[in-house]
């Protein structure tokens, strides 16, 4: 899933003045005779090519191997037909190189950095980790037994668990509800023959897309390109495409995940939210700005600023290609959880009541456009932007029309997203806490389900 804040990212690569318009850099498209898609983009401010390679291969696709797609996507560099996985390490350390692999919810991506001298190793490395691996066995085991321990140690922290509630609660019955890293009970039955098969299923060309930038000559790497994965033969995709999930509630819920020892309650308040290709995309991340975008967010002020029920509250609309969610987010002391809840459900409440006026909008306008992370490389950005494109379903225009999108946005307009995309009934509730404590005080939001932290899934 991608926050709103990720294509922020993609945007400081091309400018960082407000005054400037961003544009997406020129590219190459073309698809190989076995269907893989092949994007490049030419960047000469430094000797550096990046690699993002992304497949239709993400948790969507495990069924109830929970785990098995991130389990595949990591094993990748557990040797290939040229390469151990310490050769692996050693000759992309030695030369300072990287190249990593992970999953996430609906694909799975391979990431690459390198110096343009040293292109012919990592060019040849890349290829053989995508159409050879081998899946040692040794290694996967060694690997699963880490896997194993991390997912008993990550329910210690229920910020890091509680999105994965949250999908479940919302997304039950559909592949979305799927979490990434998996359960202990379906990681600790897949083999690294699964992996392979899993690999061979889904590492298909014809629903795959690289995309290289950085400081070559297009002729000169399509031909490179064409060579090294022209002739990667794989099956044909079976899986069917992803169907859009019906995410409609006629009532509150709560999800209330039982923590004996738990000092705090976490949780999540939320719904239905929007697809990264929705033409109110840029809208409604101005005006989530404002709800819970920044620091200076009404959720934050609320909560933190002016009452100090928490250090920090905020909202965001994650998205998929098919669907995604909204959610409002913070932690607060046990015997404050209800305090807290009654607050944000005031603050979301009152952005419906009294809406945005335009000194408001005005200040949420600036930050979008201003506060890009300085911290991302521009080129790799670029690689994986192209990819997001590819996997996401949306293309240049929605960089291009950017800050055209953000200034054309009026107080009527907020209006409108805000009655259409910022749930206000029938809100799912998720909380994690101490649950005999809170069990009676919650009721009042809604129909009680609940689950044990120390179950396994979610």
């Known amino acids: 899933m991608r926050s709103i804040a990720f294509i922020f990212i993609a ?16 590219y190459q498209k073309f698809k190989l005779k076995n269907g893989l898609t092949i994007y490049l983009m030419e960047q000469h401010e430094v000797p550096l090519i990046n690699v993002s390679a992304v497949f239709d291969a993400g948790a969507v696709q495990d069924e109830n191997r929970y785990g098995l797609s991130n389990m595949t996507a990591d094993a990748l560099l557990f040797g290939s037909s040229k390469y151990t996985k310490a050769q692996l390490e050693e000759k992309t350390e030695y030369v300072g190189a990287s190249v990593d692999t992970y ?14 001298k040293d292109q012919d190793l990592l060019f040849d490395i890349i290829q053989d980790v995508i159409t050879k691996p081998t899946f040692d066995q040794a290694e996967f085991d060694k ?35 799927n979490p990434i890293t998996g359960t202990p009970t379906a990681v600790s039955a897949i083999t690294a023959n699964d992996a392979r098969q899993f690999y061979q299923k889904n590492y298909t060309a014809d629903r795959a897309a690289i995309a290289i930038v950085g400081d070559f000559n297009t002729v000169a790497m ?49 719904g239905k939210g929007i697809t990264q290709n929705n033409p109110d995309f840029i809208p409604v991340t101005v005006v989530n700005t404002i709800l819970g ?59 419906h009541r009294t809406g945005i006026d335009e000194k408001t909008l005005l200040s949420a306008k600036n930050y979008v456009k201003a506060d890009f992370p300085p911290r991302y490389e521009s080129a790799s950005e670029l690689a994986n932007l192209l ?33 259409q995309y910022f749930p206000k009934t029938n809100l799912q509730f998720v909380l994690i806490g101490k649950a005999d404590t809170i069990r009676e005080k919650v009721k009042k939001y809604g129909t009680i389900t609940e689950k044990e932290i120390k179950a396994d899934g979610f």
């Open 11 to 26: 945007l400081l690569i091309v400018g960082t003045s407000v005054a400037q318009t961003f544009k997406v850099p020129p």
């Open 387 to 419: 990819t997001d494109m590819f996997s996401l379903g949306f293309d240049e225009s929605f960089i291009n029309n950017f800050q055209k999108n953000v200034d054309g946005l009026t107080v009527a307009k907020t209006r409108q997203i805000i009655d």
């Open 293 to 351: 975008g920044r620091f200076t967010s009404w959720l934050n002020d609320a909560l933190r600023v002016n009452s100090g029920l928490t250090y920090g509250a905020g909202s965001r609309f994650g998205t998929f290609r098919n669907s995604g969610t909204f959610a409002i987010s913070t932690f607060t002391k046990v015997s404050t959880t209800t305090e807290a809840i009654d607050m944000a459900l005031q603050v979301l409440d009152s952005l």
């Open 103 to 116: 999953g996430s919810k609906e694909v799975a991506k391979l990431t690459a950095s390198f110096a343009v």
């Open 143 to 177: 690997y699963k037994q880490r896997q194993l321990l991390q997912l008993t140690q990550q329910k210690e922290s229920p910020r890091g668990v509680i999105n994965s509630y949250f999908n479940r609660f919302v997304f039950e019955g559909h592949p979305y509800a």
């Open 222 to 270: 399509k031909k490179r390109i064409t060579d090294l994965f022209g002739n990667w033969k794989t099956v044909a995709a079976t899986s069917p495409k992803l169907t859009e999930p019906t995410v409609a509630f006629d009532k509150n819920r709560v999800l209330l995940v039982n923590k004996d020892d738990a000092r705090e309650t976490t949780f999540l308040i939320g």
